[in-house]
């Protein structure tokens, strides 16, 4: 939990920052300033668990990353998504097992 609020702290800090670059700083000197903070923005956003998604038709279940890299069991648990690096949240797997 702690971790969640220091991440949701960085990443408001990171978009003050990138804020202030597109308004005051000019072109030449805050490109490549301006991308590190959105690499970093980006970074730190994948760094905050989501939840999957759960798709079911008819007698398959699925989960998918947000996105949608697609798992078809809930056994098998990637804490990352492998295609963009997305911390996963699988509670709602566990959830649904207990219904």
Not at 13 to 32: C, M, N, P, V
Not at 72 to 87: A, P, T
Request: aromatic share 12%; proline share 2%; with cysteine.
């Amino acid at each position: 939990m702690k971790e969640v609020k220091f991440l949701e702290s960085a990443i408001g800090q990171i978009k003050h920052t990138i804020d202030y670059l597109e308004r005051y700083a000019d072109e030449d000197s805050s490109g490549e300033q301006l991308e590190c903070e959105l690499a970093k923005l980006e970074a730190c956003e994948k760094s905050l668990p989501k939840k999957v998604v759960v798709n079911s038709n008819y007698f398959i279940v699925h989960y998918a990353c947000p996105c949608g890299r697609v798992y078809f069991r809930g056994d098998y648990k990637d804490n990352y998504c492998s295609v963009c690096g997305q911390l996963l949240d699988w509670s709602v797997t566990e959830a649904r097992a207990c219904v």
